[in-house]
């Protein structure tokens, strides 16, 4: 063993190469590791790129379904019911201490989730609790329709799309049997001519 190892690496640096530059081989592998994950990252930006085009279609479906008056009369009740419920149930003991209460409680209700933690206990509180229950129910129904055209008009497009690419091999075949044939019959026709001439001499 070198006394002095930095005297030994600083004269030795040939002998040293030598060991070292071998055991460096077993990086190169590493760069077949960093093909991998551009590969993986290029097949998420695929799937980003289809999510995109998927978001643009069922923008285009919710726009002419009329999503975005849904959602705004949504936005709409749940701003004024919450502030509604607030008015009404402020104080009872029933967990409507303030505007946020009354929004999450507006949230739970129309999702029919129900938590139960934020309950209203006058009469005008469970009429209001019913008109947001069946609001709900309807506004999560439209959007399951419009989000089930989206996919049912996707799959009918595709569909569409493989018997046109199908309809256009088919013509394709068609057209060159018909000129197989054309030409085949001029052929005929030619040769029983030259026949005919023949035997005319």
Known sequence: MATDRWHFIRTHVPDLLMV??????????LRVLRLFRAMRAARAL???????????????VGKRRGLGFVLLAVAVLMLGGSYLMLLLEAGAGTGFDSY??????????????????????????RII????????????????????VHFVVADRRDEEKAVLERLAAIEARLTALMEQTHCAMRLASDNSLSQNRSALQ
Do not use: K
């Not at 929004?103 to 999702?111: C, E």
């Open 100 to 125: 946020p209460d009354g929004l999450w409680w507006a949230l739970v209700t129309m999702t029919t989730v129900g938590y139960g933690d934020v309950v209203p206990v006058s009469p005008a509180g």
């Open 46 to 60: 695929m799937g980003l790129s289809v999510m995109w085009r998927q978001w643009q279609d069922m923008y285009r």
């Open 20 to 29: 070292v530059l071998p055991a460096l081989r077993v990086f190169r592998a």
């Open 129 to 148: 609790a019913a008109v947001f229950q069946v609001f709900g129910i309807a506004v999560f129904g439209i959007v399951t329709a419009s989000i089930s």
